[in-house]
Every structure is written in C-alpha cells, then in structure tokens.
C-alpha cells in the first residue's frame, strides 16, 4: 500500500512539473506556479530520500530550497533545509559502517492561516494510523 502511494505521488509530481515546464515562461514566473514548481520538486526529493536515493534526492531538494527562496516560499525554505540536514544524516550513518540508517519523514502538521487573522495560525495534525 506504501509503495503504491508514493508512486502515485511520484507521478503526481512528475505530471505537475512537466505541465510547469510546458507553460510559457511568463507564466513559470508567476508566484503561484513558482510555489507549485518548487513544492513538486521539494516532493520528489523527500521521495528520493525515502527510497535511498540519495544524490538524486540531494538534487531535488536542493532545487526545491532554490525555487523556493526565489519565490519567498519560506516554509518550504525550511522543509528543505530540514529535509537536506536529515540526508546528511543518513550519508553519515552510512560512512560510519550503519547498514539500515534511520529516516524520518517529514512533519505532516499542517498550517492554516485563519483569514481574519494571520497570526493566528490553526495547526491541524493527521489522525495516527494505529494500524501500521
């Protein structure tokens, strides 16, 4: 059921960056598919780093954190960095000998800001899945 769900994340991604690259460039510049072209990037990095990839991953989010400062997506700034710290992480496990390096994936919290006030942020957490 896993794999099943980040292949069709993968594609998913896969199909939004490739409608992205399709657009006029105008339209690649514009904020909201910037924030879109730099979210499926960061998306297809955190993937990468799940399946071990890890230069690929390096890569990706690497460009995520990029396209994402030049459209001042800020939280997705910092889900890079943090993404990119936890893949050196593992890259060190590795170089010390560890054969099954730890991996965290990332935080499924989710932030809304409430439209009468945005500094008054409604942070919404997943259901636990008691059964895994």
Do not use: W
């Not at 910092?78 to 593992?90: R, V």
């Not at 006030?117 to 059964?131: A, F, G, R, T, Y």
Request: aromatic share 6%.
């Amino acid at each position: 059921m896993a794999k099943d769900s980040i292949d069709y994340s993968t594609t998913c991604f896969s199909i939004i960056l490739n409608a992205v690259e399709q657009l006029p460039s105008k339209a690649r510049r514009e904020a909201n598919v910037a924030e879109v072209h730099a979210l499926s990037t960061y998306g297809l990095g955190v993937i990468a780093l799940h399946r071990g990839e890890y230069e690929k991953s390096r890569d990706l989010l690497r460009e995520s954190r990029l396209r994402a400062k030049g459209c001042e997506f800020d939280d997705l700034v910092t889900s890079s960095e943090l993404e990119l710290q936890k893949l050196d992480n593992i890259l060190a496990e590795i170089a010390k000998g560890e054969k099954n390096p730890k991996y965290e994936p990332p935080s499924m919290d989710v932030l809304f800001l409430k439209p009468d006030n945005k500094d008054d942020p409604v942070n919404i957490k997943p259901p636990l899945d008691e059964s895994a």
